[in-house]
């Protein structure tokens, strides 16, 4: 079976970037109407919905443009290690400037296949990024990149083969996010709108529940700003202790795989930033207010303050605590939404209202079956995603040969008299 090359130019109807709103002007963000999607969500995954939206004036007023359903798109640009990352958004959107994005023309080439193929080009992507200190890619390069095609057929065949796994990855995630909201909802009840078990009978001093007091957020634990030990000595890198950046904080509560990872050497060469299991990783800067629990001992970089808890039944209560974060930070004289740095500081001085430790012990019992699943379900996520991650290159390489005929058309085949 013949491969050929193509240049991506060759296999889309149009190659577009994005664009951004005065972020100055508020009509231009209010309402939210249109989704608009940064680098840093750009993370091998499909795109259902983004952090932030812009509003049609907004749209109308910028370079930003409606990109369609079933794009493939490239990260140019961002913060770490995020250009070279890939995504297919499944929703029209818009995205920033530093986001190349790909429509795919179907009668040349499979969108998911051109997903998956680029996805084991991020090595090559990054060695053909240009620039100063902070080199990136442009749609030029984006452009001029080879990639190997099979006959169309062949390339629907490998793409839901490890579609099939990306399947999998989606219902777990949605089991996740129902569990998530289900625990969310009795903390709003009991911790923001105050309907706690037995809340009539008990008496408000100083605007809160007796029993219960406000507390700065250095005053439930240890607060640990990260860092990134030297990139340059390559014996502190590739061991197997994970390191936590903001892009693996997306799209999840308990960060169980990490893109970099820390020998001992490295990580003991900041031995003070060890993170513990269960601790509380909020993003401060850049991406503001994602939130993570560490599923074990990890470091993080700077761009994460962690807590790590006096009361290890506290971690929920603080997770969704932590949840709200741009919320509370607007006491600490935040700017509310252009808020892009959350410094030590700051952010050990948010204000959180504490409960008594009667009922937060009691939300610990009600949340703990909840996470518990949530834990066990990540687990499955990170296990399909190194098996197709190790499908992946021999599937794209021809490696691994499939036929061209669908699973469902050989059996109605088969069984046609």
Known sequence: MKWEQKKIEDICLNITSGGTPKSTNEAFYTPQEIPWLKTGEVNYCRIYDTEKYISKEGLYNSSAKIIPTNSVIVAMYGQGDTAGRVAINKIPLTTNQACCNLIINDKVADYEFVYYMLSTLYEKMVSLKNGGAQPNLNAKIIKSIEISLPPLPIQQRIASILSAYDDLIENNQKQIKLLEEAAQRLYKEWFVDLRFPGYEGVKMVDGVPDGWSRKQIFELGKIITGKTPDTSKKKYYDGNIPFVKIPDMHNCIYTMATESTLTKLGADKQKNNYIPKNSIMVSCIGTVGLVNISSELCQTN???????????????????????LKALLDGVGSNGATMTNVNKTKFSSVEVLYSSSFLRKKYFTAADPLFKKIFCLTNQISSLREARNRLLPKLMSGEIEVEDTPP???KLASTSP
């Open 302 to 324: 700077q761009q994460i303050n962690s807590i790590v808890l006096n009361d290890a039944e506290d971690v929920y209560y603080l997770f969704f605590s932590m949840k709200r």
């Open 408 to 410: 469902s058309a050989r």
